[in-house]
């Protein structure tokens, strides 16, 4: 019921004759509506080919996000990654966050954990955030000053 309702929407956006769900061009909007369907196409694909047929402006959607395609990754080991990393010196921009409605700034310690699964939080000292993001440095044992990037949407962030 749940994915059917979510086809349902997709579908509906699509009526109107869109190549993408906000128009012309792709957006994140495609990306997350990509997900559900890719995730039950490549998991019960036969519980999926029947669904799809209520569906079919999805169906040519869906065809057109995939084709975009994931960009050209570069296969790298881990020791690899992690001597890039060592190299590398952080760069990020140092700015406060005007409109945080906690009062977060540059330089507080804090925890920062997803909110759904793998909950570890990760510590250190905010160095930029905005609405969309947060960036906190920190020390790494394995590859030393760092600043790690998160999101805001689906983390949560706790002053120590």
Do not use: C
Not at 3 to 21: I, T, V
Not at 29 to 56: C, Q, R, Y
């Amino acid at each position: 019921d749940q994915w059917r309702a979510h086809a349902s929407f997709l579908e509906e956006q699509l009526a109107d004759g869109r190549a993408f769900l906000q128009g012309a061009e792709a957006t994140a909007a495609d990306i997350h509506g990509h997900m559900n369907i890719w995730f039950a196409k490549s998991f019960v694909p036969h519980v999926t080919e029947k669904l799809m047929k209520e569906f079919p402006k999805l169906d040519v959607w869906y065809a057109r996000v995939t084709a975009i395609g994931h960009g050209t990754p570069t296969p790298m080991d881990s020791k690899e990654a992690l001597a890039i990393a060592q190299a590398a010196k952080p760069n990020a921009k140092r700015a406060d966050d005007p409109f945080d409605p906690r009062g977060l700034r540059v330089g507080d310690k804090v925890n920062v954990s997803a909110d759904d699964y793998g909950r570890d939080p990760i510590a250190g000292e905010i160095v930029f955030g905005d609405a969309h993001e947060i960036a906190i440095a920190r020390h790494d044992h394995a590859v030393g000053d760092v600043v790690v990037h998160f999101p805001r949407a689906g983390f949560v962030i706790t002053k120590r």
